[in-house]
């Protein structure tokens, strides 16, 4: 599309419901020298609109991770249609991209600080045998797990805690306080776990080392009660290893 032919209007904000595969991505915020999400999405709104786009996603995702419902929104003066703009966007981007659904919201709507609540969640392939087709989305265990001891476990993780034990030391959060609204251990006849984590925020890998040590719970390493004494300590050292980030899925972004 040429650009200077879409027509320039009143500033519009739209926002977005993305789908992506993250394991091509050095994650989701735009990084020198590094193919990310939001770049992805920047350049081809870019080359609609003509203008110098910004995305604003409701979280940053890390390398690796896959998001299934991310939330976020730009400003824009084009006045393309939204079906059209919506089309255009998907017929410039890659296939492991994908915009679900575009609308127009009200100006002061903002991806990142209106999120009320995340949910994360994490696969885990659990038998003798590693999943090819499972290589990318879920982390092989091969020892078995007892999924009523991790269910416990972050039954226990429940309410809002200092999860400084749970955060990757390099953080930098100040804050490390947030509140884990619900959470379920679920496994299906075939060997995969599903863990699901609902919370009002997340510290940096704090979903893939909670599952690294609920990893360590399930296989009898620790007792599941021993994750309140994690959560005391305010100990990342103490805590299980991080999970790899191509099981992690962002789940939905809840508003309101």
């Not at 604003?56 to 896959?66: C, F």
């Amino acid at each position: 599309m040429i650009m200077g032919q879409n027509g320039q209007g009143a500033l519009r904000n739209l926002r977005m419901m993305l789908s992506y595969d993250g394991s091509g991505y050095h994650g989701w915020q735009r990084q020198k020298g590094q193919i990310t999400v939001q770049q992805v999405l920047e350049e081809a709104i870019g080359r609609i609109t003509g203008e110098d786009i910004r995305v604003i996603g409701s979280g940053r995702t890390d390398a690796g991770v896959h998001a299934l419902r991310q939330v976020a929104h730009f400003k824009t003066r084009s006045q393309i249609g939204i079906a059209n703009l919506h089309r255009g966007i998907n017929s410039l981007l890659p296939e492991d991209v994908v915009v679900k659904e575009i609308d127009q919201v009200d100006a002061a709507f903002h991806a990142r600080y209106d999120a009320g609540s995340k949910i994360y969640c994490y696969q885990i392939w659990n038998g003798p045998v590693r999943s090819p087709l499972c290589r990318r989305y879920a982390w092989f265990v091969r020892e078995p797990l007892a999924g009523g001891r991790m269910g416990e476990a972050l039954t226990l993780l429940t309410g809002t805690h200092d999860f400084s034990s749970f955060c990757a030391a390099d953080s930098g959060n100040r804050n490390p306080v947030r509140t884990i609204i619900a959470g379920s251990v679920k496994s299906d006849s075939g060997g995969m776990i599903m863990i699901t984590i609902e919370a009002d925020g997340f510290l940096k890998h704090m979903v893939r080392n909670i599952v690294g040590t609920l990893v360590e719970i399930g296989s009898g390493r620790r007792s599941a009660e021993a994750i309140l004494g994690l959560l005391e300590a305010k100990d990342r050292c103490l805590a299980g290893v991080t999970a790899p980030p191509g099981g992690l899925f962002l789940m939905e972004v809840k508003y309101g």
